[in-house]
């Protein structure tokens, strides 16, 4: 008889989880037999820990846009998972939480379930077979609909409990039907009147507005607009664009921060995940918001905005027939100026050395000029994620992961695992400072290891590992926070042979420490099949942009000194 576990599993994968990632425990064991039943059934993936399981779950959200699920057993279990699940919910990534229940006494038992509640869109104790498709079904469609976590807790006897008739044995596989928001006529048209008034105009694609980048061109092309995008939203728009600035945010381009600083009108597409503070002065700027949901919109509600509020790509559809073509370039010419000046310096920087240990910028800067086909590039939070801002130029079918508004340390290897399962076809990097590589990375190998004769026959996985022996973007801010750039490492990482402990789990492995032979080892590397580590001795005496006092605006390409915010004035070219 097919009990509860098994129709659940066969519902995951309907709705698109067709891997959970999870640990095991007692009272969740009928729902991994269930996973582990048959080509029916969801496949489950054992992680090392309960929150690297969450956050491979996050990155298979947010890598095909799809339900990510994953699994944990009552008490330590659901306590470990709720890290990654706070990775989801910042970052809006639908994933569904399956938690065991604990059977302990009353008033210990809901312990967890108050955890979960605090980090979820949904949270639901099942307390009966006969509910647990109505559960399930409203879970998954709030976690999709709400882009958030749903979480589920589940006793043992009701995952082991027969499947009964009715919704769930008949009707709990199919998939939720997602509503599509149309924006209102009224705002779109008057959206339409404020672009074509506009002479500068600034387009930021976020998170929610990456289904419309192909739209978010071509309103670019028609009103001459310089385009940047969010952190999260990093590979919805090709770096080739001469116009595209790069990453909008606080530690991000310094070409899109002169974008955003500049432009007279700003037109955002689903930047739920802006910062808040790059947004200009509200006297100055006029700002355009076009939004899935009206909470989703990042500006202040006091703030005076043109805001539509519907899906983004039927809301562009509906604004591009109404805008007029812009017959000046002045504005335009002045960002591809700059954005040309950007990443000319970028090639400059990233092709100095001092002494003998390799340049971080070079790395990512020779990683980039050799990224396969629809490459999936990861990067962690340290001083790796300003490399892959400032060096790494994506193109047209790439992908690109990050926790972004947490910013978790050690995310990269979760997301890189969870990338390789739910894109085999893709090669998959991720970048990864040796302090987060310590705080979990080096655990999750032993996953790469459990999968490695599966894995041996696909593109490249590779971990690369910048090895400074610091946690160098915390030494950085510190001595930015000073005003002194001589302060001495401050965040030691223990000393480790990265490659020789992937050798040691059975993993190839490479190591780099001379400058120049940092391109003819990613040319090699990106040539294997499988799973591969490659370490890189860096020098952690190179500091990030953001800490190095440079400053640059639209109209003057070069750098120039860092002044006081009250004298900052803006450079403008005649015409």
């Known amino acids: 008889m097919v009990n509860v576990s098994e129709v659940v599993a066969a519902g995951l994968r309907a709705r698109g989880a067709d891997r959970v990632y999870g640990v095991p425990g007692l009272e969740i064991d009928p729902l991994l037999s269930a996973l582990r039943g048959g080509a029916e059934a969801a496949e489950f993936v054992q992680a090392r820990g309960a929150e690297s399981a969450a956050l491979m779950a996050c990155a298979h959200a947010k890598l095909t846009g799809r339900l990510g699920c994953c699994v944990a057993p009552p008490g330590a279990g659901a306590l470990r998972l709720l890290a990654g699940l706070y990775d989801a919910a910042t970052d809006r990534a639908p994933v569904l939480a399956v938690v065991g229940e604990d059977p302990a006494p009353r008033g210990r038992g809901g312990r967890g379930l108050r955890h979960l509640a605090e980090v979820s869109v949904f949270c639901e104790q099942v307390s009966g077979p006969e509910l647990m498709g109505d559960a399930l079904n409203r879970a998954v469609r709030a976690a999709l609909t709400d882009r958030g976590v749903a979480s589920l807790v589940v006793s043992r006897r009701v995952l082991a409990a027969p499947a009964p008739t009715g919704p769930l044995g008949e009707g709990g596989t199919r998939p939720v039907p997602l509503p599509v928001r149309q924006p209102g006529e009224g705002d779109v048209h008057r959206a339409a009147e404020a672009l074509n008034a506009a002479g500068e105009v600034a387009v930021v694609v976020g998170n929610a507005g990456r289904a419309a980048s192909g739209q978010a061109v071509g309103v670019a092309q028609l009103l001459g607009a310089g385009v940047a995008t969010t952190a999260l939203a990093r590979d919805a728009l090709p770096d080739d664009l001469p116009y595209q600035t790069g990453v909008a945010g606080r530690l991000g381009s310094e070409a899109a921060a002169a974008l955003l600083r500049e432009c007279d009108t700003l037109l955002l597409l689903g930047a739920e995940d802006l910062d808040r503070a790059l947004l200009p002065d509200p006297g100055r700027c006029r700002v355009v918001t076009v939004d899935p949901e009206p909470t989703d919109c990042p500006l202040d509600r006091g703030r005076a905005a043109i805001r539509v509020t519907g899906d983004v790509t039927a809301a562009l559809d509906a604004l591009i027939p109404q805008l007029r073509r812009a017959t000046g370039r002045t504005w335009r010419t002045q960002v591809e100026k700059a954005v040309q000046a950007w990443r000319a310096e970028g090639r400059t920087k990233a092709n100095r050395y001092f002494g003998t240990s390799v340049n971080p910028r070079s790395v990512v800067a020779e990683l980039s000029e050799r990224l396969p086909d629809r490459a999936v590039v990861v990067t962690d ?25 947490l910013g978790t340390p050690g995310a990269a290897v979760p997301y890189a695992v969870a990338a390789r399962f739910a894109a085999p076809d893709r090669p998959v990097i991720a970048l990864v400072g040796d302090g987060a590589f310590q705080s979990g990375g080096l655990n999750e190998l032993i996953t790469v290891r459990r999968h490695s004769e599966w894995l041996a026959g696909l593109p490249p996985l590779v971990f690369c590992v910048f090895n400074n022996g610091d946690l160098n973007r915390l030494t950085w801010r510190r001595r930015a926070a000073a005003g002194d750039p001589l302060i001495p490492l401050s965040a030691e990482v223990p000393a480790m042979p990265y490659a020789e402990w992937a050798r040691l789990a ?70």
């Open 506 to 575: 059975g993993l190839p492995a490479v190591r780099c420490d001379r400058p120049r032979h940092v391109a003819s080892v990613w040319a090699d590397v990106l040539t294997l099949r499988g799973p591969v580590l490659l370490e890189f001795v860096v020098d952690g005496e190179n500091p990030p942009d953001w800490a190095a006092g440079t400053a640059r605006t639209i109209s003057a390409s070069d750098p120039v000194e860092p002044l006081p915010a009250s004298s900052v004035k803006p450079l403008r070219l005649p015409g």
């Open 381 to 405: 939070s340290g001083t790796s994620l300003d490399w892959w801002t400032r060096h790494l130029r994506i193109r047209n079918g790439m992908r690109s992961l990050l926790s972004g508004h």
